[in-house]
């Protein structure tokens, strides 16, 4: 399946499982109706998308979806409230995840273009790697919930190495490199991991990187604190941090966190 | 004008200007234009809610707005997009400001009432004021466009003391009081004008404080240096500053911020 063969924010025009969603202007339930029935057909066995026996009450899911991406809520993994799975499922396949992607990341090209590269190969931009970069959708939709088993199928699906780029944060990394910022890539992934990962990035286009960090094998820290030491490892080694995008708070806060940072949609799961 | 004299989400039902509203269960598009017809003919003057000549683009402002809740997107003060203006009026006016703002509180309360309080006075909850427990909309709604004249007719405004609280922020005031929590308020405006604040305070129900912390009347610096400031002073007279809530990133980052921050929604301007 490929997710995101569609760059024409709000018109889903090539891709193959929604192709009826291209040819109208159509109203938000409908394309709900339209996204869940074509994808019962497409995954059958796909709880996620089979309708839950009440309509969606779209105000309070935006208001949902409002608070835990301005880290109001917290802490949600394995529990995106039931009467919102649609809901989230409608903004992840639909043009809203496009649009916010693609307008984050303009204003993070604006910034970068105005920046005063110093060009000794010192100049950072760090990119989160999962629902940044490379997005786990698939996941959730082979899965047919929004259970996110980090230590069962969802390290089973990462391991497969299959994610596929957002080609907004795909075009980002390439003009910021255009620029002449090094990239950093920091994975919540371990290291024993890395042969898949690198796979995966290389086959979504991502083909050149200054360091790509992993998660220590035995690395115990939660996110913020992880991605802080690596961040610091970077600014001990003499690197000034720019940019930094993730779709994680956990990837924006802590210490070192960079000059300016970019938060990417995402109100499927929660990384503390 | 009695701007929050409702508490039904989604029905304005006793507003003055806007009865119409409150009798349908009706969509956006016609939400807008009953807004924009019945503010115009209250307002005849008001630029903000004439037609402009072509409808918003609600999935591009939606972005803008996610943008700027997040963010992303800064120092957008005194420029709302034009082609966002209704848009903003629209979430400002209707229930979806209402429903962010009773989220964030509810999520605030869940947290309050989790934490062990050592009742020994110095357990504090800070509140911004403007736009945070007194709404500032009604000077937009007068001045008919959403530019913050800051130095001049915004001033004049807030100095007569006659802005309206905010229902949650208002109930979570009291709620977090009631458990134990001192309160103060930090507040961007200068010292010279606490009089006018202080009985705009009283009068829209915030009766009681431990502290009310102004800016200098000669203090030059930015939101975000001059809240941590008054943060640092706190926590070196003893006080724990455990939940803080404000609708300016510039009110909840810096340092000091506190154990647990707290994002109001505030789509209409930006303080650095």
């Not at 995106?80 to 916010?100: K, T």
Request: aromatic fraction near 12%.
């Amino acid at each position: 399946m490929d997710l995101f063969n569609h760059d024409n924010y709000g018109n889903i025009s090539q891709h193959k499982h929604y192709t009826t969603l291209a040819t109208q202007n159509m109203g938000f339930p409908l394309l709900i109706l339209v996204a869940t029935i074509a994808t019962a057909v497409a995954f059958p066995t796909n709880n996620l998308v089979m309708p839950h026996g009440r309509l969606a009450d779209s105000a309070a899911c935006l208001s949902w979806r409002w608070a835990v991406e301005t880290n109001n809520i917290k802490d949600f993994s394995n529990k995106v409230p039931e009467e919102c799975a649609d809901y989230v499922l409608s903004y992840m396949l639909g043009s809203q995840f496009r649009r916010d992607s693609k307008l984050v990341c303009d204003v993070a090209y604006e910034y970068a273009k105005g920046v005063n590269l110093t060009r000794d190969g010192k100049d950072v931009w760090i990119f989160d790697v999962d629902d940044t970069i490379l997005s786990c959708l698939p996941y959730f939709l082979e899965q047919g919930s929004w259970d996110l088993n980090v230590q069962t199928t969802y390290g089973t699906w990462t391991r497969k190495g299959e994610a596929q780029a957002i080609p907004e944060t795909l075009d980002l990394y390439k003009k910021v490199m255009e620029l002449g910022f090094k990239i950093v890539f920091i994975t919540g992934m371990h290291e024993k991991d890395s042969e898949s990962r690198i796979k995966n990035l290389q086959e979504a286009g991502f083909t050149e990187w200054d360091k790509l960090m992993f998660k220590g094998d035995n690395e115990l820290a939660y996110a913020e604190e992880f991605k802080s030491n690596r961040r610091r490892e970077l600014v001990e080694a003499g690197y000034r941090i720019w940019g930094n995008i993730g779709d994680q708070w956990s990837d924006l806060i802590g210490t070192f966190v960079g000059d300016r940072i970019f938060k990417m949609p995402n109100p499927m799961y929660y990384v503390p």
